[in-house]
């Protein structure tokens, strides 16, 4: 019994996890360990699971997943920095059949994107926003970003973020959950299996959300960014298990079931 | 039953009117004097009952050219308005979209500046709407309408322009045609294109991958620069093909003509009345009115000067459009400008006298 | 009683050796090669014989470079 070869159990039939094709074959540009590619993937496992390849629209502005539409396999629109909920909102409106999402850093859509994602989200657009949350500019090469967490060192802040001078790092999702336009707000993350498979859920919903029109769905993913934040991968992780999740504590902060 | 209607409407309403019969798609717009009538209009007016067309205000006029980029990324016949200022914000998007490739129909109700400046009408965005205007090489196709049918004539035009070329068209007014009460002759309605018309017309748009395409990308992104180069070498190609086929004036009086304004939009009409004042002084003046400021009229201009003895160029501004008609003249003949700027539309007996001290005395 | 056997495959060109996928492992079935791929990443491989199918690194790993196996053994 113990002897089965491996050419016994690598048949296709025996297949319980593959990398879905909604994903291209390109490697992603992402930094080894990055949750940026995880966060791709469950999405684009989420559309081949509700099969709505051919209907959805994604939207990925500046930062680091500006090139996001070489990795998925799907329409995808680059928007200007900061502006993605404006064009997905038109996208939604002027498609009301198609599922159409956002795609933002925490620089994009808590710095620069601001009015952008408020608005989106006091309409109640009938789309999706997907927040990756990592504390930094990972991009331009790991400057402060609006939800850097004081103390925190980055190239813009050196010795720390001190919140007298630069501000404090501000919880876009709790903002947002209080808007009447969002019918979904939730906090997630990819380090763990178990994260992983909750955050997939948590996209689940969101689509799903969509498609009864419920109206504007957010997801953010507290995410690492171990070269900006300058340690090993499973460092980051631990690191951001420490710091991040006390401050940006996961868990669903809104869900209007109607 | 004709469809063709005659109504008696300002600039502004025309204008929306007129895209309401384009089969437009999407408004997004921003409040802001004087051009908030379009908007006003479009929202009383209910098209998404007539035709299916979506109106939202937006947040602000950055958002509002960012949904219009969404909007034209997915094949849709879509627009926005605004005026100065509030163009000044546009301008990012508007680069997104040239360097992107879409069709997009933009109207610029000009006011006065720099800054907040004044409501009044005024051609000082001349430079910013025909050299580029925000971040990078490109160019809009810029239409000047001069009356309130043509605000009406343009918003069609606009769309299979802005189709035809993948490019987004301006539409160069200001307060005084926008609001303005003239007769217009409206077209009759056309309807909106259908998902299948979009994905056959359009196969560039991004309505969702099908099986039997590559996925549809929209972006202004070339990290590899010979690729960006060679968009823009690709761009730069399709702005000679749209001057080659696009340029539009029209010559009032110029056949006789011994002098020469030339002006478009509220200049035009103004310049108009003073080639009559002129030639009731025994002057021979005519008039060039351009109707695409890109692509500009310069084979046109540059054969008058051939024959004529000097060129006014007629603004409401310190003087932009004369730059154009100086490379169009060279130095063949004398080129000079008049202009009132702040918000000040130059009176017909000015622009003669001007003519005469500084071409004809001159 | 029924047992399970699983298998990895890893498409070693595009892991990027960044070993989240270790941790997650129940049976510290990866470890780190010492040979590197053509991107010069040491990229991850099985250690041992006591993969059970879980998908855990699968579900991890932010490039989707492991396939996962799981066959029953009556």
Known sequence: ?258 | MSMKELRLMKGNEAFAEAAIRAGADGYFGYPITPQSEVMEYLMAEKPHERTGMIVLQAESEVAAINMVYGGASCGKRVMTSSSSPGMSLKQEGISYIAGAELPCVILNAVRGGPGLGTIQPSQSDYFQSTKGGGHGDYRLIVLAPSSVQEMADFAPLAFDLAFKYRNPVLILSDGAIGQMMEKVELQEQRPRFTEEEIRKNTPWATMGKTPDRERNIITSLNLDSHVQEEHNIHLQAKYREIEKNETRWETIQCDDAEYILVAYGTSARLSQKAVDIARAKGIKLGLLRPITLFPFPTQPIAELANRVKGILSVEMSAGQMVEDVRLAVGDKVKVAHFGRMGGIIPSPPEIVEALESKLIGG | MAKVKGDIVIDIEKCKGCQVCMPACPNDVIGVSKNVNGKGYNYVETVNEECIGCANCAVVCPDGVITVYRKRIE
Not at chain 1, 26 to 46: D, F, L, N, Q, W
Not at chain 1, 89 to 109: E, M, S
Not at chain 1, 201 to 212: D, G, S, T, Y
């Open chain 1, 1 to 258: 019994m113990d002897t089965i070869s491996k050419e016994d159990i690598r048949k296709p039939e025996n297949i319980v996890y593959k990398r879905t094709e909604l994903l291209t074959d390109k490697v992603m540009s992402y930094c080894p360990g990055c949750g940026h590619g995880t966060a791709h993937r469950i999405i684009m496992e989420v559309l081949e699971e509700m099969g709505i390849q051919d209907k959805t629209i994604g939207i990925a502005p500046v930062g680091c997943s500006v090139l996001a539409y070489e990795f998925m396999n799907i329409d995808m629109q680059q928007a200007a920095h900061g502006r993605a909920p404006a064009l997905a909102t038109a996208v939604k409106r002027l498609n009301p059949d198609k599922f159409v999402f956002t795609y933002q850093g925490d620089g994009d859509l808590a710095a620069i994107g601001t009015a952008e994602t408020i608005h989106a989200c006091n309409r109640g657009e009938n789309i999706v926003i997907i927040f990756i949350n990592n504390g930094i500019y990972g991009m331009t090469g790991g400057q402060m970003a609006p939800t850097t967490l004081e103390g925190m060192k980055s190239s813009t802040s050196p010795y720390g973020r001190d919140i007298k001078s630069m501000g404090n790092p501000i919880k876009m999702t709790e903002l947002v959950a209080q808007l009447p336009g969002t019918i979904y707000v939730t906090r997630q993350a990819v380090h763990t299996p178990a994260n992983v498979r909750k955050a997939k859920k948590a996209v689940r919903k969101a689509f799903e959300n969509q498609k009864l029109n419920k109206g504007l769905s957010f997801v953010e993913i507290v995410s690492n960014c171990n070269s900006g934040w300058k340690m090993t991968p499973n460092q980051a992780n631990q690191w951001m298990v420490d710091n991040m999740f006390p401050f940006y504590p996961l868990g669903d902060i809104k869900v209007n079931e109607d």
